[in-house]
Each structure stands twice: as structure tokens, then as C-alpha cells.
């Protein structure tokens, strides 16, 4: 991607009381080609990062679209980034939305909320409610089989939704709601009377 233009209309950098804090008073801009376009956008009342000393905290959102890009929209509520002993610790109070092709999965569209942590090489993504997911077709060599499919995943208070590490991925969730039109039938399916799938997986 060939990105043809920055714009910063303000940012300020202060450093006080061995501390730095960079803010902006406008979304800063990254115009490319095609129409694509990445802006990141500051938080009333928060700092795009306030750095004191081995710690990084902050909020933003950050909306990318247009060109090729996948269009995408991360608000960071807050976020907290250190370095204990050498370890990345990551954690994000996010709520996302974004719409994109996905392999076989056209027009893909996914929205929700909560709260991401990284340590050391395990993340883990915690979802105090659902995620809406939904698209328009998924193709099998290149034909739809199914149209306007729609689900909500849901979390689970016992352990995060998706945690991964180096030995692989583990997913623990609730699907409710889900159906489907089946495109050569032009029947509707609709588990919405099964409320709870569990599928706890790891690779």
C-alpha cells in the first residue's frame, strides 16, 4: 500500500515530572491510494499515550478504510503497555467493528466489545457479552451456499472468549441466533431455539 500523505493538524509533546504525554486536538490522517485512508482519532480527555517510566498508557480509535484495506474501526477506551522483567504486558478496554471478504466468507461483518491482554506470547480476549457476526455469502468453489447468514458469539465469565500462546489457539464460546438462507434450496435456516454451542478448540 502507497501511502501519499500525513496530515498532523495539531500534537502537542510535553515532558514533566520525568514523564512524557503526546496529544492531539484532531484526528491525525494517512491519505494513500486509491481512497484509502487510515485515521487515528483521540479520546476526550485522554492522551493518545502518556509515557512514565517503564509504562505506556493511553486511548485512541483508529478507523481504517477505503483502497484495498479491510474496513475497520478499534476504539481503545484505555490501554496500558509495560515491560516487567523483559515481558510485553499488553491490556485494552476495545470495542471494534469492521466489515471485509474472509476466505470463502463474503461481505463479512463482525462488531462488539472487550477487553484484551498480552503477556509475554499468550493473548487473550475476554467478552463480557456477544459479538455480532454476519454475511452475505459463502462459497464453495466459487458458488454461494449460503446467504445473509447472521450469529451472535457470546463469552463466557469462567475464561476468556480466545486465548492463544505459542503452542496454538483455544476458543471458548456461546453461539445464539444463527441462521441462514441456503442459496439453491431458498429455505431459511434458524437455530435461534439453540441457545448455548459450546466449542472449546485449541491447535
Request: with cysteine.
Given at each position: ?109 463482525a462488531s462488539g466489545q472487550g477487553m ?36 451472535q458469539i457470546c463469552g463466557t465469565q ?44 485449541s491447535a
Open positions: 500500500m502507497l501511502f501519499r500523505s500525513l496530515h498532523v493538524p495539531q500534537i502537542s509533546i510535553v515532558r514533566r515530572d520525568g514523564g512524557t504525554t503526546v496529544a492531539s486536538a484532531a484526528p491525525v490522517t494517512l491519505d494513500g491510494a486509491d481512497g484509502a485512508k487510515i485515521v487515528l482519532s483521540p479520546r476526550a480527555g485522554a492522551p493518545l499515550a502518556r509515557m512514565q517510566a517503564a509504562t505506556t498508557t493511553g486511548a485512541f480509535a483508529l478507523d481504517v478504510a477505503g483502497g484495498r484495506l479491510p474496513k475497520l474501526r478499534l476504539m481503545l477506551a484505555s490501554y496500558n503497555y509495560a515491560t516487567p522483567n523483559g515481558r510485553t504486558a499488553f491490556s485494552a478496554e476495545t470495542q471494534f467493528e469492521t466489515a471485509l471478504d474472509f476466505g470463502p466468507m463474503r461481505g463479512l461483518r484484551m491482554q498480552v503477556l509475554g506470547d499468550r493473548l487473550t480476549v475476554a467478552m463480557p457479552g456477544c459479538a455480532s457476526i454476519a454475511f452475505e455469502s459463502f462459497l464453495v468453489s466459487a458458488t454461494p451456499q449460503l446467504r445473509n447468514a447472521t450469529a469462567a475464561q476468556p472468549i480466545l486465548a492463544s500462546t505459542s503452542g496454538g489457539w483455544a476458543l471458548d464460546a456461546r453461539v445464539t441466533g444463527a441462521s441462514a438462507d441456503i442459496d439453491r434450496q431458498s429455505t431459511r435456516l434458524n437455530s435461534s431455539h439453540v441457545s448455548e454451542s459450546r466449542m472449546p478448540s
